[in-house]
T-cell receptor, first 109, second 117 residues
Framework: RKEVEQDPGPFNVPEGATVAFNCTYSNSASQSFFWYRQDCRKEPKLLMSVYSSGNEDGRFTAQLNRASQYISLLIRDSKLSDSATYLCVVRGGADGLTFGKGTHLIIQP | ETGVTQSPTHLIKTRGQQVTLRCSSQSGHNTVSWYQQALGQGPQFIFQYYREEENGRGNFPPRFSGLQFPNYSSELNVNALELDDSALYLC????????????????FGPGTRLTVL
């Protein structure tokens, strides 16, 4: 079983729609959780950290369910500029980050 | 811009050769991590250096080695290159406190795209 699993998509979504991504992780000792965004042929950039209480940053809402080892990202009122690959990321301790394969999102006009 | 730079941007090598990739950390950062991202995959953790010592390693063979210098810049060396080593190599820098290692945001450089023929 892969450590971090995501649906690779692509998700084709009309502009203005709401889209949700999920991922699951296998290491119950994981301590920190994140969503990164990666544009084509660019480096990953931190979108937001994810907390058990849920957190929101503008149109983006992230949620963590430790019992189910499940992380979600919701994007409301999607924009063309939201088109990218969204990487679910987990950190267990002193080691580096563990990335999922990413979910490819395409926002269509 | 994150302030993390990598060189070169692109590189072509042949099987069996050796390669050295370089990374300059963001000012004030003391930790560098290296990742390999194959096409269509997420980045895979290679290793991490904190204060010039390797303090974490992913599932990569010993022919992947590294260094961190007193100015916190870093090198990734790969010996005996294989075709499957073709990938985007990313370095990320962060600031970690002394004592218990705690997470601080990792800032990624633009990467070096390595092609092995």
């Amino acid at each position: 079983r892969k450590e971090v699993e995501q649906d690779p998509g692509p998700f084709n979504v009309p502009e203005g729609a709401t889209v949700a991504f999920n991922c699951t992780y296998s290491n119950s000792a994981s301590q920190s959780f994140f969503w990164y965004r990666q544009d084509c042929r660019k480096e990953p950039k931190l979108l937001m950290s994810v907390y058990s209480s849920g957190n929101e940053d503008g149109r983006f809402t992230a949620q963590l369910n430790r019992a189910s080892q499940y992380i979600s990202l919701l994007i409301r009122d999607s924009k063309l500029s939201d088109s990218a690959t969204y990487l679910c990321v987990v950190r267990g301790g002193a080691d580096g980050l563990t990335f999922g394969k990413g979910t490819h999102l395409i926002i269509q006009p | 811009e994150t302030g993390v730079t990598q060189s070169p941007t692109h590189l072509i090598k042949t099987r069996g050769q050796q390669v050295t990739l370089r990374c300059s950390s963001q000012s004030g950062h003391n930790t560098v991590s290296w990742y390999q991202q194959a096409l269509g995959q997420g980045p895979q953790f290679i290793f991490q250096y904190y204060r010039e010592e390797e303090n974490g390693r992913g599932n990569f063979p010993p022919r992947f080695s590294g260094l961190q210098f007193p100015n916190y810049s870093s090198e990734l060396n790969v010996n005996a290159l294989e075709l499957d080593d073709s990938a985007l190599y990313l370095c990320a820098s962060s600031l970690v406190g002394s004592g218990t290692v705690s997470y601080n945001e990792q800032f990624f450089g633009p990467g070096t795209r390595l092609t092995v023929l």
